[in-house]
């Protein structure tokens, strides 16, 4: 259905989008995906070759989320003399358009789950060589993830609808940064060690903070941001986004 015809061994660029699914996506929070991220500026890319990779994390292990990766042919913008305008024109359209397939359909996929396994999920799509998301070996780019949640981890051993209360004073829903967690649980310390993806300073982190519940008071973004930045993301390039309507 997807064409691996642009495909190689060693791409120069990497995006992945990891989809949340665990609690489904309202229509409104599938139009707001869309339009945020399976746009043209933000699945831009520079050269032939470049994966464009979309889990959707459901009921399925965290090794065997549903993916579709898509390489992609030479840009427009990079044509010369002796290529077919036309042709590529007509190559990178195909590439939006499967795009916005793939988006369409895991979307609105209705399977939920009674587990958000986050930390799990991410851990696997940095090192499970099923998701071929590993550094770029040129060293010169970074991969871009994009991480699409509501971002409640609720797993068997970290779960936020235990760590997660209201501030009886300010009567907001308060979460455990993620340094606060670990000094204060060597359990989690033991486990988040291990549940940590290899990041560096040429990655970039972009959060989607899906609005479930009308539940977007950022309670949980510093946990996520320290997470990425424990794990080698530098601050500047982690970017955050909230979905406001309910």
Not at 91 to 98: K, L
Not at 218 to 225: L, N, P, V
Request: charged content about 25%.
């Amino acid at each position: 259905k997807y064409s691996a015809k642009y495909c190689i061994s060693n791409p120069s660029e990497k995006t992945f989008i990891l989809l949340d699914g665990s609690d489904g996506f309202s229509a409104k929070s599938e139009e707001w995906v869309k339009q945020n991220i399976f746009n043209n500026k933000k699945m831009a890319w520079v050269n032939e070759g470049a994966e464009l990779s979309i889990a959707r994390l459901g009921n399925k292990s965290v090794a065997d989320m549903d993916m579709v990766k898509i390489c992609t042919p030479k840009h427009i913008d990079k044509i010369d003399w002796l290529d077919a305008p036309a042709k590529v024109e007509r190559e990178n359209a195909q590439v939006y358009c499967s795009l916005s397939g793939v988006a369409g359909e895991f979307l609105s996929d209705e399977e939920q789950s009674n587990r958000s396994s986050l930390v799990e999920a991410i851990t696997e799509v940095f090192k499970n060589p099923r998701y071929n998301f590993d550094a770029i070996e040129n060293g010169n780019n970074g991969r871009r993830f994009f991480f699409v949640s509501d971002l409640f981890q609720n797993s068997i051993n970290i779960s936020f609808h235990k760590l997660c209360k209201v501030d009886t004073s300010t009567e907001m829903l308060t979460c455990p940064s993620f340094d606060e967690l670990i000094s204060s649980s060597p359990k989690s310390l033991r486990y988040l060690t291990e549940a940590m993806p290899s990041l560096n300073g040429l990655d970039e982190v972009h959060i989607y903070n899906i609005n479930v519940d009308n539940r977007v008071d950022q309670s949980a973004r510093k946990f996520w941001e320290q997470y990425f930045i424990k794990a080698g993301a530098i601050e500047d390039n982690i970017h955050y986004r909230a979905e406001l309507d309910g």
